[in-house]
């Protein structure tokens, strides 16, 4: 089942409202109209990429503090 633009649109705000503290995004709906669900595709996927570059970053910032 594929998803409609308004539903990638509100899982691309849950993505980036996932953090406490951070002012919420809202996407104005009216941009359905100039980006297609391939775009809105991309738009996901880089932000999940990111959140795992960013994880990996933390992961390695930690290891630094473990006893040999």
Same mark, same amino acid.
């Given at each position: 089942?594929?998803?409609?633009?308004?539903?990638?649109?509100?899982? &691309?705000?849950?993505?980036?409202? +996932?953090?406490?503290?951070?002012?919420?995004?809202?996407?104005?709906?009216? #941009?359905? /109209? $100039?980006?297609?669900?391939?775009?809105l595709?991309? &738009?996901?996927?880089?932000?999940? +990429?990111?959140?795992?570059?960013?994880?990996?970053?933390?992961?390695?910032? #930690?290891? /630094? $503090?473990?006893?040999?």
């Amino acid at each position: 089942m594929e998803s409609t633009k308004e539903q990638l649109i509100t899982d &691309i705000e849950n993505l980036l409202n +996932r953090y406490e503290g951070i002012k919420p995004t809202h996407i104005d709906p009216a #941009l359905l /109209q $100039f980006l297609d669900r391939n775009t809105l595709l991309s &738009i996901i996927d880089s932000i999940l +990429r990111q959140q795992e570059k960013t994880n990996e970053s933390n992961i390695e910032w #930690l290891e /630094q $503090f473990k006893q040999y």
